[in-house]
């Protein structure tokens, strides 16, 4: 079962007062690199292109570390965790979620401490680690902000029980967290979503699910979050192939390699390919096409990369 999309923390603009309104406060440049770097980085992790945003995320914090920044640290930490555990190294993220949390302990930071454990118990429910994680995402949901409760907290509790065998509280509780969502705002509906259709898929309950999916993959099409869309069309493969539509799960896997393909990702593209051939040879449809596309652009060729 997938786990929830963490959060990336970005740097707040500092504005300064003049008699035209607001305007943008001059930051010296060696002050507002590290800043920089982050921007350049999102928009690649907003996409599902990990290793080009990491390479900004890690440039950003040697620069706040240069200038003794410690919320540019922690944030960059934080970053850095979110691009390891979203490239599957869950344990490698762990150290750095860790040190983003100790930095927005000292600073007093309570909205960015519960984002930073949420973050972290999820990696460590991926990682195996059930009891540091309830630990961890339970301080996170009694945390009390202005945004409590706080939906994505309430995603990961949803997950963890439900690798911990019960399903019936899993179900409540990611209910409760896209019910929150819907009264307050869309923050991580797409993970919260998709997270109920992962649990609802593992029970076979494929019709219940397919909402679900469909609901992330529209939300991930509004961000552009090409990663997301490839998972989605996937796990919507998956339902149709339990629903035994063959012409339905082909369509559905055929699309998501192909993102995988543009984004790279070889293994995501072997093993969806993988699930093609029979409902394929059933339905009588040839997927030669993808399978050559798929091919070329994996090597780069016919088209840019879209992590470019």
Request: hydrophobic share 45%; net charge negative.
């Amino acid at each position: 079962m997938n786990t929830v999309r963490l959060f990336l923390l970005t740097a707040l603009a500092v504005l300064a007062a003049s008699c035209g309104g607001t305007r943008e406060a001059v930051v010296p440049g060696h002050l507002g690199a590290g800043d920089e770097q982050t921007a350049r980085g999102m928009p690649f992790y907003e996409r599902g292109c990990y290793a080009r945003a990491l390479e900004h995320f890690t440039r950003a914090q040697e620069l706040y570390t240069a200038v003794g920044d410690r919320r540019g640290m922690a944030m960059s930490a934080n970053n850095i965790g979110v691009v390891y555990r979203a490239t599957g190294e869950a344990q490698a993220s762990i150290p750095f979620f860790e040190d983003a949390l100790r930095i927005y302990r000292g600073l007093g930071e309570p909205d960015r401490v519960r984002r930073t454990l949420s973050n972290l118990a999820a990696a460590q429910v991926d990682a195996g680690d059930y009891a540091s994680a309830g630990r961890n995402i339970d301080e996170a949901l009694r945390i009390e902000t202005r945004q409590a409760p706080f939906a994505p907290a309430m995603t990961v509790k949803g997950i963890l029980l439900a690798k911990q065998g019960n399903a019936t509280g899993a179900e409540a509780m990611l209910k409760e967290a896209l019910a929150e969502i819907g009264r307050r705002h869309p923050e991580g509906e797409a993970a919260t979503n998709f997270a109920m259709g992962e649990l609802l898929l593992g029970q076979a309950r494929y019709k219940e699910a397919v909402p679900y999916f469909e609901k992330a993959l529209a939300s991930d099409r509004k961000a552009g979050f090409y990663r997301g869309i490839a998972d989605d069309l996937a796990a919507l493969g998956r339902c149709s192939a339990g629903l035994r539509d063959d012409a339905a799960a082909v369509a559905s896997w055929e699309q998501s390699v192909r993102i995988y393909a543009l984004l790279g990702m070889e293994e995501k593209v072997r093993s969806t390919l993988g699930l093609l051939d029979e409902p394929a040879k059933r339905s009588n449809l040839d997927i030669d096409l993808t399978r050559t596309l798929a091919e070329l652009w994996l090597k780069g060729e016919m088209t840019e990369s879209l992590c470019e």
